[in-house]
């Protein structure tokens, strides 16, 4: 009985899964050639934030893999954790400043193009 229940739990665990990895890779396709659309169908319209959490943690992914390769590395290879990441790090952050640059440059001009004018409606109500 107990074995019957996780194999259902099992099961669904992978189709929810494989749901949201197509999910991502969907939105990831799409950010390449409609990024104003997509971020605004995540944010706005559909708010969808499995999809979103999971685009934080893409973009956040190469520093921190760097991250615990570099400390696993450091304590095989010297017994101790190095006080310097290396120029590898430095790469790693102009990466990941060029993403968040991206997705920070898109979000903003969505959010601005769906926030009224308050210029517009004081001239309009005259």
Known sequence: MILKRISK???LGILIAIR?????????????YQPYLTIKDLLIV?????????????ALLPAVVYVILRIVYDYFRYSQLLPSLGSVFAAVLVIEAVIWVYLGYWIIKVFRSQMPDIRFQKNKSK
């Not at 559909?46 to 893409?58: C, R, W």
């Open 9 to 11: 739990i099992g099961k």
């Open 20 to 32: 949201q990895i197509w999910g991502l890779m969907c939105t990831l396709y799409l950010l390449s």
């Open 46 to 58: 559909n708010k969808d934030k499995s999809q979103i959490a999971l685009l934080v943690g893409t």
